[in-house]
């Protein structure tokens, strides 16, 4: 419990930094729900922490975590013909990264999750993040599903055609023009 809020910041550090590959997760007002994920994770042994090796850096901090990964069997709903463990949340300082720091996390989560009884492992990653996605593959993950997204509305404030009844004339994001009229 010592690391409940230092990991509920990591995990504030990660939204944030999911936000520039599409997350629509907001960082700092999630910030409590992340404290009770935490919570729920130290409790049922179902989060890890990497802190810096004492004997590789005897005069460094130790109490700094470098990063953390959740994990869970999947309980309930479908029944399925495997047991599935998920990992969730994975996450290294960006100045630690490349360190093997992450992949030691998985690996953790990993032997946690067999050692559970899970089968088979399932995590998510943002089709944007190309880094996470490669780090993935290059750890054995494949892709089995895939999300779609679509937003509603024109991007107004209430949602719809501008208040005088007209759309206006604009081009999007994916550089396609909306003719309103």
Known sequence: MDDLDAVAELWVDLARGQQRHGSTLLAGANREAAREWVARGIVTGELL???PDRDADP???DLELLG???????????ERDHTRGTVS???VRP?????????????AAEAALADAGAEAVALEALVDNERAR???????YEPTRIEFGKPLGDGTEEGGPEKN???KDETKRDGTEN???
């Not at 953390?68 to 479908?78: H, I, N, P, Q, T």
């Not at 100045?95 to 690996?107: F, P, Q, T, V």
């Open 134 to 140: 490669a780090f993935y593959t290059d750890h054995g």
């Open 59 to 61: 005069d460094g901090d």
């Open 179 to 181: 003719r309103g009229g």
């Open 89 to 91: 949340n994975l996450y």
């Open 95 to 107: 100045e630690r990264r490349g360190e093997g720091i992450g992949a030691a996390l998985l690996a």
């Open 49 to 51: 922490v990497a802190r």
């Open 68 to 78: 953390f990964v959740g994990f869970s069997l999947e309980r309930g709903g479908y």
């Open 165 to 167: 009844g007209t759309e």
